[in-house]
């Protein structure tokens, strides 16, 4: 049974450009939230999707952009990349409504130069 | 808005000591509470999920009680083991079946020969 998988796992860009991670999540899963977790901090809510349309989002930027497939996967997008997006992006899935418990996935790490 | 706290942020302890790890949280409104595991530049594993209406959850060494009222959890491992070291984060998940989980900063735990 697979868990949540995340591609790439690392990535550089340069500022100014664009960047999108992709998030499959849990067997059985159908709701996806990412996170952005900076060195040393604890992960902050960026948005969830059900249902292929963002229900939720956290204090980001709309240079930070999502999708969710009808397979239930996910893709995070962000424009103009800035040094201060340099991070772990992680992806979260859950099942249903009540998103009871989270399965996480390894993360991408960003590194933007 | 909610905020989580965690302390100590970082600790030291020898093999085989009894060890408490500290998250508290401003808003007593939450839906559950979740202790997670992660290792340096790794995702999230989840260890303990608690439920509002409950007091406390075992899994094998590990125990996680909560006092919502007074905004309180506490992990404790016994007998802690090189192999715990890592980074252990608490989230809460708020009411409402689209919440976030709001995370702490982290414990760094060592645990030493």
């Known amino acids: 049974d697979a868990g949540v998988t995340q591609s790439p796992t690392h990535l550089i860009k340069t500022r100014g450009q664009q960047v999108t991670l992709r998030c499959s999540p849990k067997s059985g899963h159908d709701t996806v939230s990412w996170y952005q977790q900076a060195l040393g901090q604890g992960p902050q809510f960026i948005f969830q999707?059900?249902?292929?349309?963002?229900?939720q989002r956290g204090n980001f930027p709309d240079r930070f952009s999502g999708h969710q497939f009808p397979n239930y996967s996910s893709e995070l997008n962000v424009n103009a990349l800035l040094l201060g997006d340099s991070a772990l992006y992680l992806c979260?899935?859950?099942?249903?409504?009540?998103?009871?418990?989270?399965?996480f996935g390894s993360g991408t790490r960003l590194t933007v130069v | 808005k909610q905020e989580v706290t965690q302390i100590p942020a970082a600790l030291s302890v020898p093999e085989g000591e009894n060890l408490v790890l500290n998250c508290s949280f401003t808003?007593?409104?939450?839906?559950?509470l979740q202790w997670f595991r992660q290792d340096p530049g790794k995702g999230l594993t989840s260890l303990l999920l608690?439920?509002?209406?409950?007091r406390e959850q075992t899994s094998g060494r590990l125990n996680a009680s909560l006092d919502k009222s007074s905004g309180r959890s506490t992990l404790y491992i016994a007998a802690s083991q090189p192999g715990d070291s890592a980074t252990y984060l608490c989230?809460?998940?708020?009411?409402?079946?689209?919440?976030?989980?709001?995370f702490g900063t982290g414990t760094r735990l060592q645990v030493t020969l």
């Open positions: 608690i439920q509002s209406s409950q």
């Open positions: 808003d007593s409104a939450i839906y559950n």
């Open positions: 989230a809460v998940k708020g009411p409402g079946t689209a919440s976030k989980l709001t």
């Open positions: 979260a899935s859950s099942l249903g409504g009540q998103t009871n418990r989270y399965t």
């Open positions: 999707y059900y249902e292929e349309e963002e229900r």
